[in-house]
C-alpha cells in the first residue's frame, strides 16, 4: 500500500511495461521516444498529478482503435486500424487446435 505521500518522478513516468504503444498527453498521443521529450516539468509528482494526463504523459497499453493513431510529433504510427483486424478471436473451425478431436 503507498503512503499518500508518495511521489512519482520522470523515470516512473516513463517506466513502462509489457504492451506499452503510446502516451496520452494533453489530449494527443506520442510514441514513447518523443513522450519524453514533452516538457510537463521536473517533477516530482503527487498521485492525482501522477494519474493525469492533461499534467503528466499517461502510457497506454496495449492500445486499440477503429482508426489508425499516429504520433503528434513524429507521424509515427502507434496502433489502430490494421492491427485490430489482425486480431481474431476464431470462430467456429477457426483454431488450429481442433485435430485432436
Ligand atoms: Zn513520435
Redesign the pocket.
Known amino acids: 500500500m503507498k503512503p499518500e505521500t508518495e511521489t512519482y518522478t520522470r523515470a516512473d513516468v516513463f517506466k513502462g511495461g509489457p504492451g506499452l504503444c503510446a502516451y496520452a498527453f494533453r489530449a494527443a498521443l ?2 514513447p ?3 519524453r521529450g514533452l516538457d510537463f516539468g521536473p517533477g516530482p509528482f503527487d498521485w492525482l498529478t501522477f494519474c493525469d494526463s492533461e499534467s503528466v504523459p499517461s502510457p497506454v497499453f496495449f492500445g486499440e482503435s477503429d482508426a489508425a493513431e499516429f ?6 504510427f502507434l496502433y489502430g486500424a490494421d492491427g485490430a483486424e489482425e486480431n481474431t478471436d476464431g470462430g467456429p473451425g477457426a483454431g488450429p487446435f481442433d485435430w485432436e478431436r
Open positions: 506520442y510514441c521516444a518523443c513522450a504520433c503528434d510529433t513524429c507521424s509515427g
